[in-house]
């Protein structure tokens, strides 16, 4: 029996389309909306060649209220929401603030204003453990304190957490979970779907990858001299797979009023931090290949070391990350092979 429908915003992004994938496979019906801004429609196919399954799609820009609202009025059976569809590159975020504030934050107010016009029970939001800074304390916990966000990308993600809270404690008549990624990576065991960063990639695995292909001539390591056993920064890696399975049980909770209060704060990572230098050799080490690197200066606005305490996802949740990390740079390598087979990278 099918369950009931989930609107994906950002469905055909990176973490959208594995949890895309995740809710079909619990049954869910889904419908996506994505404005393809940082995606294309070919991640349908992925999503179909996984499951089965074509999720409805509209392709329209979330922060288009009037947009929004006729999708509500064509599936007036959406029950949950998961948001993803937000600009999510740091740098980026420090040149065109607006762009980051009008998107981030105008698509959250338009999703809150809807829900309760059209009996949506619950919304999971799309959090980072950005909004910890630079932690007092490893590994972190949900309680601790919050930091002044050093980009505006990550004030959005404060700020969303903010507008949630108030806006559910003046009385909106559903619930959220917010949920503080760590470093996602990896791409799905298919090879079906993945990251797809435009242009250059920011980020530490897409350069990676596009590193042991050839694309790139070799990986800047960003610092040798942090305060770490090897000097390299620390990061929580957390498989996407894994990352989307949470949602999931998120989507679950809310819709079963299963949830202990109103507003719902998880971390989601591993538990286990590694470094950049330790992160390349288990690339290395599970897929054979040798990623040319070396060691440049520290990037402006890197935190030196942050990885997730994941008791509460895993007690209340009842999720864990199960991935080890050799089986994720192994998926992520599949992926960047795949996207050559095709001839896109
Ligand atoms: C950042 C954001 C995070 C956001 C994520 C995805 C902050 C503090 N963190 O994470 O909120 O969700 O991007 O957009 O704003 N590195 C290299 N060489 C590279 C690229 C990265 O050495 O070419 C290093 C970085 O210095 C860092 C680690 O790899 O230590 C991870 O970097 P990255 O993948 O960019 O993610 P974060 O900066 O941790």
Redesign the pocket.
Known sequence: MKKERILVTGGTGYIGSHTVVELINAGYEVVIIDNLSNSNRDVLKGIHAITGVTPDFVEADCTDLAALTKLFETYPDIKGIINFAAS???GESMQKPILYYRNNLNTLMNLLDLMPRFGVKGIVFSS???VY?EPDVNPVTEEAPIKKA??P??NT?QISEEIITDVINAGAPFKSVLLR?F???GAHPSAEIGELPNGV?????P??TQTAIGIRKE?????NDYDTPDG????DFINVVDLAKAHVIAVERMLNDKCETPVEIFNLGTGVGLS?LE?IASFERATGVKVPHKIVG??P???EK?WANPKRANEVLGWKAETPIDDTMRSAWKWQQRLRERGIM
Request: hydrophobic content about 35%; glycine content about 10%; charged content about 15%.
């Open positions: 999510k590159a740091v980072s453990c950005t800074g050093t980009s990308y990550g993600k990624y470093n996602p990576v990639p920011q980020n530490l695995i350069y990676l990986l800047s390591v960003f610092g390299s920064c620390i990061r950049v992160l520290r990037r606005g890197d935190i942050v």
